[in-house]
């Protein structure tokens, strides 16, 4: 202990004396710190935490392999080792000594770093400084490890130079260090799960961006641990005394076993891709958290209210001032512009009925039918569109469940997901028949994640409680028994009732499918949160418009899949035809679809169409709460654009265009679970934006006129949105 203080004082004010230390330790540091906050506008949002994460990296990378690597060929060329050969030293004190130097002198740096970020760019004090002072130790002697290997295995400073250069290059640009991994092709994201530098840039990014712990990033931690003892024991074997001496070629090879933590992680990252997901949803978190302001916008709130000319400040995700009139100086405010001029603002909008299991055309492959393929890319279609969330209403559950992870992590972009399913309904049912149209060897899958068919009422009662428990948002119950010449067994109201009480207890909103006012009366009865469809076949009896607006039953009538019906029986594809429908759906769906769609026989006509907004517009004059649904997946109606058709038939209806918008917006986001966060523009809600061309409050085909769209305080950039989707990268 006692050669140890010694040479760590010997070493201190050696470091001290030399000038390289404050440029390349401070100065140098500083520079790209200043640079990179200037170009990366960090004053506006959460730039600052990846220009923070980045200096720091770079600098535990130079304070490593320059400091610790080329400062010690230095003394043994200069013969400064020489003279300790003759005293009882070993080569551990001397190492020890070099490595706590170089952390005691690289705090400093980190310390001034995070004051200049707080004081003059606002970023927030980090949730654990334990955790970032532990992070950012395992990270320095586990750099200057691998330098002082380096440096035990050169034989010159030229040599020297070229070897650290081989190492420094690469985790500097090919690591998230400078460039974020994100952006980089996908070969290079492979490599890049080989480096450790990647393990810190993401390990510094999650305690900036998410309040992250040590214990959070135990692998990258353990692996460091594991360098750091690893590349000590090594360099004090391969320890040289003076510049004459020779190494062996093959000890070069040594480097790779203190690499072997890193090596062995990158290997199983390859299989499971979570460092490159990790890295993904961190750029997510880095861009939702811009500030933004909207000026000079017209602004629907989601709750009935307008502002015909106002502003909207998002900040890290959230709205965080709604302005009446005038709007600060944007420069006081440190944020984006938006012009809103002749544009109106809206909450995203909310689909509350679809089907992301079917595709919403006639494919002529079954990768038309995959829902593990097709889900992330529906998800991304709705956000293209201007949807941010959407509540599936009888789906694969495992497929739906993964989707949703994947969304809810940032891992992928689309819009928000509820889950309302597997479909509650009698054997061989209403939603059955969908089964057996899919091959044979998929049916009993389809069978088990598609719907449940409960013989008894506590086997309904089970049933709810293990979808609960699965993590489903709510419950669908289907009382409809069929139309025309396709009839079906319906559900036995006995069973129906004791799903409808357990969800209830389990605190999930009952979502009941219904055919004809019967079925609506039963719903009622049952304790139903929303009325799926209602009836196209006749009208809804007054006395039960009046029981839901007592209620405060929710109507989603889904006026489109109605039409989609009609049309398909007629063979008529205008629907794909319109500007976001060719947008979204994918080319060979749209094209096999008009090839395939032959007109059929149909019990949906226009007078049932008519119908069903008869009865809308009735619903809405007895003050029942509606909501838009559409039913996507159903033929014709391609996910994500047909929620704007929907508030166009309401218009058409008779349904004033701002009680249609209130239905897409705030009535919905109560609905799917999301109130008070979602389908709003006011303080603290979700900046989940949609900006369009127009008014739609007078002209409601406005909201297809789509100007931006911001996600949770993303700007989405919409025109590759769907590629990524499908590459699986955002």
């Known amino acids: 202990m006692k050669a140890f203080l010694a040479l760590f004082r010997i070493d201190m004010k050696l470091a001290l004396r030399e000038r390289s230390l404050i440029f390349f330790g401070y100065m140098f540091p500083l520079l790209f710190f200043f640079g990179f906050a200037e170009f990366l506008h960090a004053d506006r949002g959460g730039a600052i935490n990846y220009v923070v ?79 970032l002072f532990l992070m950012v130790s395992l990270g320095v002697m586990a750099f200057r490890s691998i330098g002082l290997i380096v440096a035990s295995v050169v034989n010159t400073m030229q040599e020297t130079n070229i070897a650290v250069q081989l190492i420094y290059m690469p985790m500097m640009f090919l690591s998230g260090a400078t460039i974020p991994i994100t952006v980089l092709p996908p070969a290079v994201q492979t490599f890049s799960q080989f480096l450790p530098a990647s393990y810190l840039v993401t390990g510094f990014q999650g305690v900036f961006l998410r309040g992250e712990t040590l214990a959070q990033n135990w692998a990258p931690a353990l692996a460091m641990l594991v360098t750091i003892a690893t590349g000590t024991f090594i360099s004090t074997q391969l320890f040289r005394w003076e ?11 040594w480097l790779l076993a203190v690499m072997a933590p890193f090596l062995a992680m990158g290997a199983w990252q390859i ?20 500030t933004i302001l909207f000026r000079g916008v017209r602004i629907f709130t989601g709750d009935g209210t307008t502002i015909e000319s106002g502003g909207v400040l998002v900040r890290n995700g959230k709205i965080d001032v709604v302005y009446e009139g005038a709007t600060p100086d944007p420069a006081s405010l440190k944020a984006e512009v938006v012009e ?9 909008l909310v689909d509350a009925h679809v089907h992301l299991g079917a595709p919403g055309g006639i494919g002529e492959s079954a990768e038309a039918f995959n829902a593990q393929l097709n889900v992330p890319r529906e998800l991304a279609a709705y956000l293209y569109s201007g949807v941010t969330a959407v509540r ?28 309302c399913g597997p479909m509650f309904t009698a054997p061989e049912g209403h939603g059955t028949e969908f089964i057996k149209m899919a091959p044979e060897f998929v049916r009993p899958m389809l069978t088990a994640q598609l719907v449940q068919t409960p013989k008894s009422a506590e086997e309904a009662r089970a049933q709810v409680r293990d979808l609960k428990a699965a993590g489903v948002d709510g419950i669908k119950i289907i009382l409809e028994a069929g139309w025309g010449t396709m009839t079906f067994p319906r559900m036995d109201i006995a069973i129906a ?23 609506v009366a039963d719903a009622l009865d049952l304790g139903a949160s929303s009325i799926e469809h209602g009836s196209s076949r006749e009208p809804i009896p007054d006395a039960l418009l009046a029981r839901m607006a007592a209620g405060k039953v929710m109507f989603d009538p889904a006026l489109s899949v109605w039409e989609g019906y009609r049309d398909a029986g007629r ?31 149909t019990a949906l006509t226009d007078e049932s169409l008519k119908l069903a907004q008869s009865n809308l517009a009735r619903a809405w004059r007895a003050g029942v709460p509606l909501v838009t649904g559409t039913d996507s997946g159903n033929v014709l109606l391609l996910h994500g654009p047909a929620v704007h058709r929907e508030m166009q038939l309401w218009v058409e209806a008779g349904v004033p265009a701002a009680a249609a918008l209130q239905a897409a917006t705030g009535n919905a986001a109560k609905l799917v679970g999301g109130n008070g966060r979602l389908g709003c523009i006011a303080k603290g809600c979700d900046a989940s934006l949609l900006l369009v061309d127009g008014n739609p409050l007078q002209d409601i085909s406005a909201t297809e006129r789509i100007s931006l769209v911001v996600f949770k305080g993303e700007r989405i950039r919409r025109g590759t949105l769907l590629e990524q989707s499908s590459l699986g990268r955002q």
């Open 53 to 131: 994460s980045m200096v720091l990296t770079m600098g535990i990378l130079g304070n490593g392999l320059w400091g610790a690597g080329m400062r010690a060929v230095q003394e043994r060329e200069a013969n400064i080792l020489r003279r300790f050969k003759v005293t009882p030293i070993t080569p551990t004190p001397i190492l020890l000594a070099s490595m706590f130097t170089g952390w005691l002198l690289y705090l400093p740096a980190v310390a001034l770093i995070l004051v200049l970020s707080r004081t003059m760019y606002g970023m927030a004090p980090v949730a654990h400084p334990l955790s």
């Open 243 to 253: 510049k004459g001496e020779k190494t062996r070629k093959s000890a070069k090879l």
């Open 271 to 290: 299989h499971s891709n979570e460092q490159v997901g990790r890295a993904l949803a961190l750029n997510r978190d880095l861009q939702r958290a811009d």
């Open 340 to 348: 809103g001029a002749g544009k109106t603002l809206l909450p995203g």
């Open 392 to 419: 599936s209403v009888g789906d694969p559950l495992d497929a739906l469940l993964a989707a949703r992870s994947e969304t809810v992590s940032g891992r992928r972009l689309g819009a928000e997901l509820f889950l």
């Open 497 to 519: 009732r004791a799903a409808a009480e357990e969800a209830r207890a389990a605190k999930l909103p009952v979502a009941i499918h219904t055919g004809d006012w019967r079925d």
């Open 571 to 601: 063979g008529k594809t205008d629907l794909l035809n319109r500007s976001l429908a060719q947008q979204v759906g994918p080319a060979a769906l749209i094209a096999s679809t008009k090839k395939l769609l032959k007109p059929g026989r």
